[in-house]
């Protein structure tokens, strides 16, 4: 089954959500010890997926395109709308919580490159592995950002849902009109500037820099465009 590997994560987040909630409640200076730890380590994998581009050219390019499209498209404050609406239905007391919850995990579960790679080999060849180990370490990963930020982690697990799935449903039809290096090719870049986009996310838990990640998502698109396009005319 094409998507068992994405129904497997979606399962795994909501799972680890309602653990984390469940949990005893959390001192403030326990709360921002493990965001700021948590912060860290999404920059650090961040950076490491960044470093798999051989074209800066391509990267650069991407996140310029995408971030002028994803202004104008207001993507952000489209998905913060989400979060205060998803507010509202469950009624939270803390206002701009789920919000914030819904869109941090949201970013930091669809950009990375598992994401993405599992996604491809679940459509390609069947093979969920590589979701099967998103989702422990999404699942885990959602204890900890639903103790510290709330129920709006839960609501991460369907724009997963959609956006995993639709990459897998892609899949199983774009192998048969390029070739395996050409989806070697996209996938280093889209995994690079998604490294990017990643870094930014670790800065906004850090509370170093506000960035306005979710405006530049359209990068990923961009890259996958850029690659074949400058391969056919060079």
Known sequence: MVLWGTLV??????LGGILGLALPRLS???KSTVMQGLGLAVSVQGLMMAFKTSNLL??????VIGGVLGELLQVERGLEKLGSQLERLVGSRAKG????????TTLIYCV????????????VRLNHDMLYTKSMLDGFSAIIFASTMGVGVLFSSLPVLVYQGAIALSATLITSFISPGMLDAITAEVTSVGGILIIGIGLNIL???KINVANLL??????????PLISYFS
């Open 9 to 14: 994560n979606t399962f795994a987040i909501i």
């Open 28 to 30: 403030q200076g326990i």
């Open 97 to 104: 919580k789920v919000a914030v919850g819904f869109v941090t």
């Open 207 to 209: 509370e170093i820099k």
């Open 58 to 63: 391509i990267v650069i390019g991407s996140l």
């Open 112 to 123: 990375g490159a598992m994401a993405i790679l599992g996604s491809i080999d679940s459509g």
């Open 218 to 227: 359209p990068s990923v698109v961009i890259a996958a465009l850029l690659v």
